[in-house]
């Protein structure tokens, strides 16, 4: 089974790649903002509670991302494997993941660290919300969730490095160029296992 974790600054691409590596590698993609925003869409309570955190540049908290997406995704049986798009975000996250995959005889096969320059990453995040009139992609928005990003996920790079699963992408390319340098990474990984 091969369980991807990929990991980057608002901005990055994460979610385009994401959803190239899912359809080449047949892996089930766990969106944590996807999933997030259909709750804030469907406006419940928790949807609205959502809303408040990600209007503000904050992270969602740790239980409610745990309960609405870990424990029910790890439960497909048919899936070839997953790729974790916007989770975990912190150390704690990363460590409850290893100990949830670990009870069901599985692991982290390799994390990607999608690396993008700042400046770009505004430039990307103000151009896509233009288009999608998010409301979470103010620029002050934008630099407190940069913010929070070094401060709490930042560290996870250290953690998944000491474990020799970090594989860093250069995300300063074409979207064409980058997802080639992901697909390298990945099918080292697949005839290394194999």
């Not at 974790?84 to 704690?92: A, I, M």
């Not at 990003?149 to 490095?161: A, G, I, M, R, S």
């Amino acid at each position: 089974m091969l369980n991807i974790v990929i990991i980057g600054a608002p901005g990055c691409g994460k979610g385009k790649h994401s959803t190239h590596i899912c359809k080449k590698y047949e892996l089930v993609h766990i969106s944590t903002g996807d999933i997030l925003r259909e709750e804030i869409e469907l406006h419940t309570e928790l949807g609205e509670s959502i809303k408040q955190f990600i209007d503000n540049g904050y992270l969602v908290p740790f239980d409610i991302v745990t309960r609405k997406i870990i424990v029910n995704s790890i439960k497909n049986k048919k899936a070839k494997g997953f790729l974790f798009d916007g989770y975990p975000r912190t150390l704690h996250q990363a460590e409850i993941l290893d100990a949830l995959l670990k009870s069901r005889k599985k692991e982290i096969s390799l994390v990607l660290s999608l690396d993008v320059e700042e400046i770009e990453l505004y430039r990307r995040i103000l151009h896509r919300s233009e288009k999608s009139r998010r409301t979470d992609d103010t620029e002050e928005v934008i630099k407190n969730r940069l913010k929070v990003y070094q401060e709490q996920t930042l560290p996870l790079l250290n953690y998944y490095d000491t474990q020799g699963k970090l594989y860093h992408i250069n995300g300063m390319a074409p979207e064409e160029v980058v997802f080639e340098r992901i697909s390298k990474v990945i099918d080292f990984i697949i005839n290394k296992k194999n």
